[in-house]
Structures are given as C-alpha cells and as structure tokens.
C-alpha cells in the first residue's frame, strides 16, 4: 500500500485485506485501498474502495487471473468501522475488470460448484416441451474475437432421454455488435430437428446475452466482453449489499 496513506486508511485496507483473504481459498496477490480519513469515517463515509488482485481461487476451483474493481462512495457503520470490521449502511456500486484464461473457464464449469448448479432447460418446440439437461460443457477461444462451445447434454422428449452432444462456434456481442453465430453440428446422438436446433440455438442466444447475474448478495451486470485468443476479459458491474464477516465465512 502506498507510503502516503492515512493510519486510518491503512488500518481499514489491511483489514478488508484479511477479510477478503478468509473467505478465498488461495491469492498470488491481493492489494486492497480504502479512500477515507478519521472525519469521513466518523460520519459514516468513504470515498472508494480499489481492489487488485491475481491468481485468486475460490471455491476450490474457480480461478480469476487478474481482477481490478473500483467502488463509488460507500456508507459505512462508523462505530464498527473505528473497530477493524468494514460494514455497509447501503448497497454499494461497482465497476470491475476481470481476466480469466481458457484454462480457468473449463476448470471451473467442470468443478463441483458449478456441476451441482447446472439445471435443467424446457424449450418449446412446436408446442411440445423438451427438456436439457447439461453433462459437460467446454469453452475454447481460438482468437479472433470467436468462442467454441462443446456441449453434452441429455434431451428428454416424448417421455424418452437420450444423450446429445454439439459444438458451435460464436462472436460474442459486444457494444458494437450483436451476437453472431458461425457453426454449430451436433457430433453425437441420433440427429436431431431444425425445429429443436432453433430453440436450442434461441435458448443459447438467452443464455449468452444475459446481461445480469445473481451470486449470494450480489448482483452482477456484464457491460462489455473482449474474446481473445485463450484469453476472457469482461467487464462487470455489480452492487455488493454487505461484505461478510469472518464469522459468516464458510471454510472449503
């Protein structure tokens, strides 16, 4: 942390350092800024809170390569502030940069977290419903702004379920460009319809451009996606309500 820093800066920095250090599983590097003085602190407020960080693991496996995330002005319970503990009056805004590789992507749609939150999708297909299932999914980003999936699924249709696989190629949208699809083949199975290929294709179209996400507490908008070669970096808003206390840390 910076040499020019206030106590008081200093103290509430290291200590949301050591908060956010419990509650993920492994850090290369974590540097965490708390813009604030003894006055503002004593009036319930901070200007921001910065955080950078690399190598960050939660979950045991879901891996962030780089992550950098500013906040706007915070509320702040003064008295608990003055002891070390860093809680919220209101909802705070903010603004982050997250950097994930083609490595880090598949490690965590194959961890155990995200498999046992996988569901089930219904789409209708010509007045029928048929279920999806998710078994496997793989990510690759070859470059060129494209992302390859490779799914496996199990389809249930007519009462009867059977395994499906595909893979498909795609320009994810950006603030200049909707989403493009450029390939898509089933590679295992039977076969299947154009009917269900469409509403596969318009339940893939949802799921990629699904601009808000809902983790715990916290509410996630993604702004924009930059796809290049093995490399991810989107940049997310989100609004935190409360930053969780040692004591509400789960351990892995």
């Known amino acids: 942390m910076p040499d020019e820093q206030r106590l008081e800066e200093q103290f509430l920095s290291q200590e949301a350092e050591r908060m956010v250090s419990q509650q993920i599983d492994k850090a290369e590097q974590i540097d965490i800024d708390v813009q604030t003085d003894l006055l503002k602190i004593v009036q319930g407020q901070a200007d921001g809170v910065s955080v950078s960080g690399q190598g960050l693991i939660i979950k045991k496996d879901i891996r962030v390569q780089e992550i950098k995330l500013q906040t706007d002005s915070i509320a702040i319970n003064p008295l608990s502030a003055l002891f070390g503990q860093i809680e919220l009056n209101q909802p705070v805004n903010t603004i982050a940069r997250v950097v994930l590789t083609e490595t880090d992507i598949n490690r965590a749609l194959n961890s155990d977290f995200v498999r046992s939150n996988l569901q089930s999708y219904d789409l209708n ?3 029928e419903t048929v279920s999806l299932k998710p078994q496997e999914i793989q990510i690759f980003l070859p470059g060129s702004g494209k992302l390859e ?42 076969g299947v319809s154009i009917e269900l290929v469409v509403a596969i294709m318009q339940k893939i179209k949802e799921l990629v451009n699904q601009s808000s996400f809902k983790w715990e507490d916290i509410v996630f908008r993604i702004k924009d996606l930059e796809v290049e070669k093995e490399i991810m970096t989107v940049m997310i808003e989100t609004q935190v309500r409360q930053i969780p206390s040692s004591s509400t840390v789960v351990s892995p």
């Open 125 to 127: 297909v010509d007045g």
């Open 149 to 190: 999936f490779r799914v496996k699924v199990l389809l249930t249709e007519m009462g009867k379920t059977r395994s499906l696989s595909f893979i498909g190629m795609i320009r994810p949208r950006t603030h200049s460009q909707p989403l493009m699809l450029e390939s898509f083949n089933c590679t295992q199975g039977e």
